[in-house]
Structures are given as C-alpha cells and as structure tokens.
C-alpha cells in the first residue's frame, strides 16, 4: 500500500470522527460510489486520464453526486484525490479508512479458515467464540481450505490460533522428532 493512501485515509477518518459524521452512512456512499467506479471502465478511464484537467474532472463528479447524493465531506475526499492525481487509488484509500474506523471502534479484524462449508449458525457461533478469545468484537471473514483437513486456524492480527488437524499433526512430528 502506498504511503499516502494512509495519509489520505487517516485524515478522512480525523474528519468523520471531529465532525461526528454518521460513519455507517458514509461507509454505505462509498460503497455506492465503488461500486459505479468498478462497474465503469468509462469513468475510470477518464478520472484517471492525463488528458483532461483536474477542473473537468471535479465537474464530472460533481454531475455524478447529483444523483449519488454523497456526504459534502465524501465528495470533497473524492475531489482531492482527483486534484492530486491520485483518484486510481480510491478503492484503497476506502479500505484503509474502514480498517482505521473498525479500530477506532474496538473492531479487531478476524481471518477464520475451515475445512468444510459452515452454515449461518456455525459462522456466527465460532465468530461469537472468536470474540471472546479476542476479547473484542471482530469483523469475521471466513475462507475454506481443505488443505487443514479438518479444525480451525484463526488469525487476529499477527496471532495465529493453529486449531487444525493439519497443524496438529505438524506439532506432533516436530515434537516426536526433537524427543
């Protein structure tokens, strides 16, 4: 990631957050603004252009935000982006500014991978008995690998909680090795 995405996303957060702007309602324009940028290749192609000065390409956003209707702070991030020519990174300025909001609320992201498919119920039982071992809420994201054989590998940050039976047999050759 680039060093100024960092930037850029920090001082929207300091923004949202000084001017207590409802966050929830923020997170849910620049997701519609993503997902036009992603779903126009026209678009893109022209907010990432050389050929057209920043003045036109603000104008373009501003016609855009007519029917967006976006938070005067979301479109004046968007606006500085485009000025500074660094509108191509708007996705990861987005994410960022998230990670930097679920950790200003106490939000730990969770990666979990499973052997098998687990239904809503499980997903929100061991996201429940994720939360605990954090000892914080978690944002829960959840991946298959068949390759643990069965269990749980957790990660929390740079803490890996190794679960699986993959990861069990790996320690129970390492420790009959070393005896």
């Known amino acids: 990631m680039p060093a100024f995405v960092a ?27 993503l997902a036009t940028w992603e779903g126009s290749l026209e678009l893109r192609s022209l907010f ?38 660094r509108i191509a990174h708007v996705a990861q300025v987005a994410a960022e500014w998230r990670r930097i909001l679920q950790e200003q609320q106490g939000i730990r992201p969770a990666e979990i991978v499973t052997a098998r498919e687990l239904s809503k119920e499980e997903r929100d039982a061991l996201a429940a008995d994720v939360a605990k071992l954090a000892g914080a809420k978690i944002d829960a994201s959840f991946k298959l690998d068949k390759g643990i054989l069965g269990g749980t590998v957790v990660r ?13 047999l790996e320690r129970l050759k390492e420790s009959l090795m070393a005896g």
């Open 48 to 85: 990432e252009s050389p050929t057209f000065p920043a003045t036109q390409k603000v104008a373009v956003l501003d016609r855009l935000n007519v029917q967006m209707g976006l938070q005067k702070e979301l479109r004046n991030l968007l606006a500085v982006l485009i000025n500074n020519n």
């Open 7 to 33: 930037r850029y996303s920090q001082a929207f957060a300091d923004v949202v957050r000084d001017l207590k702007l409802d966050s929830a309602a923020l997170d849910l324009q620049f997701a519609d603004f």
């Open 156 to 168: 929390i940050g740079s803490t890996v909680y190794d679960g699986s039976v993959k990861g069990r």
